[in-house]
């Protein structure tokens, strides 16, 4: 009997849990389902009842807008936005680690000075001018797809996690591997690295989501619409949608659409987040990989 009463508790917490963890997961997911219902309403229908959870007076305009006037412009960007994710996300991940695992080695010489001056660029930089003239004059990153990968390929906040998740590894298996022969390059490609997936992965998704994201450099650098990469296109969308409708600028060749306003920032949230959104359910299963990889036993 008690053991039945045990089994109805056990069942009965489980039980709210999984209610309590659906009902924050359904609050989660509400902003989502909203941003995604008035991308797809008339911009009649929300100026004159707000936002709703279902798409009121369903419409497309805003989709035919953003991609019936700018379809190829659109696919180009998402090309390069992808290069640069892919390509920086490899470098930035391949320089911080190597650093990393560098400096968690404690017989490094100068470790500390090396630490202390990742550190100091954390606290003090040279500015935004300095740092413009350097990028463009000195390393000629005008109008260049690296200007889109180098200024963000190396973070020192993110190499000090990594150091720490590689100083905890155990110095044994590093001394095992030294005592079979193995030089710190081939302990770092075959024992720290395997060890660290979770860490890497945490590390790799901020970089993926930062270069993603970036619309700043290009603004900076780039002038060529050839090398937009999606987020600064979209933005440039935007702009231009925000100045149409405050009437500092004539429509020009709206055509017959209703010009969005509102649900364009919409539409444009949710062609910017979508491959991210469908990219992590794949990727998550690598942290509990990652985490059980990276258990050792003493």
């Not at 079979?180 to 690295?193: M, P, S």
């Not at 992965?201 to 060529?224: K, R, S």
């Not at 987040?273 to 509990?288: A, E, H």
Request: with cysteine; proline share 4%; charged share 10%.
């Amino acid at each position: 009997m008690v053991e039945k009463n045990r089994l109805l508790g056990d069942k009965l917490v489980v039980g709210i849990a999984y209610v309590l963890i659906g009902l924050f997961a359904l609050i989660c997911l509400y902003p989502l389902i909203l941003t995604l219902s008035v991308s797809f309403s008339s911009e009649q229908a929300i100026a004159r009842k707000g936002y709703a959870i279902l798409p009121m007076s369903p419409s497309f305009d805003t989709y035919k807008y953003i991609f019936v006037n700018s379809g190829m412009k659109i696919l180009k960007s998402y090309g390069v936005t992808l290069f640069v994710t892919v390509v920086g996300t490899a470098g930035a991940l391949l320089i911080t680690s190597m650093i990393a695992f560098s400096l968690s080695i404690k017989k490094l010489k100068y470790r500390n000075v090396l630490a202390f001056i990742s550190n100091f660029t954390i606290i003090f930089s040279a500015g935004l001018i300095p740092w413009y003239m350097v990028s463009v004059n000195y390393y000629g990153l005008k109008n260049s797809i690296l200007a889109l990968i180098l200024p963000s390929i190396f973070s020192v906040w993110n190499m000090f996690l990594l150091r720490t998740y590689f100083g905890s590894i155990s110095p044994s298996l590093y001394e095992a591997a030294e005592m079979d022969g193995a030089n710190y390059f081939t302990i770092y490609v075959k024992v720290a690295l395997p060890l660290s997936k979770t860490a890497l992965l945490t590390v790799g998704l901020m970089y993926a989501l930062q270069y993603w994201n970036d619309w700043w450099h290009a603004l900076i650098f780039i002038n060529d619409r050839d090398l937009f990469p999606l987020q600064y296109y979209l933005y440039n969308i935007l702009s231009n949608v925000n100045a149409i409708s405050s009437g500092r600028i004539p429509s020009g060749a709206s055509g017959n659409i209703t010009l969005p306003a509102e649900t364009v920032k919409m539409a444009v949230t949710m062609i910017t987040i979508g491959p991210i959104i469908f990219l992590f359910p794949y990727i998550q299963k690598y942290f509990v990989q990652g985490i059980m990889t990276g258990a050792v036993k003493e």
